[in-house]
């Protein structure tokens, strides 16, 4: 069974039109959805026969709230959501002066393995479906009563390890009759499946693109990043080059410090000479520690020398603001599965 977050408006106009429905059914129910809606009793304006007719083909408890966790520092909101067949999510919500950004999973659990990040020791569940990201969205903006402005698909997950699901969220995301997100308030965050990245270029959609780089050279990205074995980093930069250059966007990088292992000022100079004439932002992010991780936080100063070192070369670097770090809500610290929700 769909959820009622999964049809595309022309899927759901298709189904009205089968039930004998007039079209307007399916601009009412889009708006709805992008109010968040988690019931069917809410939706008053329809009649009671509809309501029965489409409980019977689509599911509207796909998303289930079963905690809210406010970090205590910022306002930072995690959201653990339990779907249908049990397993759990979680998502963030951030306050910026700009507006409110919801941070979305795109899987429950993940495969990619990455070695620093808490969400590899959850496993894998399963793909999200696209109506199951979307409900992510809007159901925190009608838990907080505010418009969400952006969102990025940085959460649990590898979103282009679920690629067509991914795609399907981003037009529903963007659909004016339902949430109306704009695409260039959309970023969507790749370990660096590259073949992926290349079909997402043609797909010409102008969201913003970050690839989770983490090392300046394929020795040190291999022992954090199994992806780095399929796919060499100098691979993955021709096909960062070549959505530079077909979109015309510049790419975001991602780059994580883990003391001692890629935080190194040499390490910076060797990432700034391969970046060199490439469109890009890298975000530095101070490694977030966990339970069980192996890698320790870089000193403060060595992440201001790292940011000097590639600023001074002419790469633009800014150190990423860290929100809900008391509430691991903090980039990698995500990684809830059913049985750690059942037992806290
Ligand atoms: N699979 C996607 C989406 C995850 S985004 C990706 O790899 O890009 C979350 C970001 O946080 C990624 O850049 C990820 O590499 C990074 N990250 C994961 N664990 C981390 C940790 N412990 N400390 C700092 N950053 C981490």
Known sequence: MMYLYDPTFDELSAWMDEHGQPA???????????RGVASYDAMTD????????????????????????????DGTTKYVYRLHDGNVIESVLMKY???YSVCISSQAGCRMGCTFCASTGAGFGRDLTSGEMLAQVALIGADCGTRISNVVVMGIGEPFDNYANLVRFLRLANDERGLGIGMRHISVSTCGCVPQMIDF?????????????????????RRLMPIARTYPIDRLLDACRRHVERTGRRISFE???FAGVNDRPEHARELARRL???????????????????YK???????????????????????????????????????RRLEEAETD
């Open 24 to 34: 307007y059914r399916t601009a009412q129910i889009f708006r709805w959805l992008a």
């Open 46 to 73: 329809l009649s009671k026969d509809l309501r029965a007719k489409l409980s019977a083909d689509f599911r509207l408890d796909g998303l289930v709230l079963e905690r809210r966790l406010v970090s205590a520092d």
């Open 97 to 99: 002066h700009h507006g």
């Open 201 to 221: 270029t043609e797909e010409g959609l102008p969201v913003t693109l970050s690839v989770s780089l983490h090392a300046p050279n394929d020795e040190i990205r």
């Open 255 to 257: 780059y994580s410090l």
């Open 276 to 294: 060199r004439g490439l469109q890009c932002h890298v975000n530095l992010i101070p490694a977030n520690e966990f339970a069980g991780g192996q």
């Open 297 to 335: 936080r870089p000193r403060a100063e060595d992440v201001r020398t790292f940011q000097e070192i590639l600023v001074g070369e002419g790469i633009n670097a800014t150190v990423r603001r860290e929100l809900g770090t008391d509430i691991e809500a903090a980039c990698g610290q995500l990684r």
